[in-house]
Nanobody, 114 residues
Framework: QVQLVESGGGLVQPGGSLRLSCAAS????????MGWYRQAPGKERELVAA???????NYADSVKGRFSISRDNARNTMYLQMNSLKPEDTAVYYC????????WGQGTQVTVSS
């Protein structure tokens, strides 16, 4: 069983930055998908950013140019650097890994407000 633990959320003013981390409890092999998702109140969960084992990335149009996804295999950790945050980025952010099973983190709240 693999556990994913997110951290780094919080309250930030518009235009500010946050860095989210997703730490896996052990090395994960045969990863098919690694990504960050978010869910705002009253809305469906949506993909924010994803990264492949080869390092290719893709982003939701709403965050392109502002967010950056990365991973550190040695630390079994994935990151989401969020810059130029907007109030509409407010949501609970989740990390997700897919191998032969699907793993979700518990979520971390990001609130962008003045």
């Amino acid at each position: 069983q693999v556990q994913l633990v997110e951290s780094g959320g919080g309250l930030v003013q518009p235009g500010g930055s946050l860095r989210l981390s997703c730490a896996a409890s052990r090395s994960i092999f045969s990863i098919k998908h690694m990504g960050w998702y978010r869910q705002a109140p009253g809305k469906e969960r949506e993909l924010v950013a994803a990264i492949t084992l080869g390092g290719s990335t893709n982003y939701a149009d709403s965050v392109k140019g502002r967010f950056s996804i990365s991973r550190d295999n040695a630390r079994n950790t994935m990151y989401l650097q969020m810059n130029s945050l907007k109030p509409e980025d407010t949501a609970v952010y989740y990390c997700k890994y897919i191998t032969t099973m699907v793993y979700w983190g518990q979520g971390t709240q990001v609130t962008v407000s003045s």
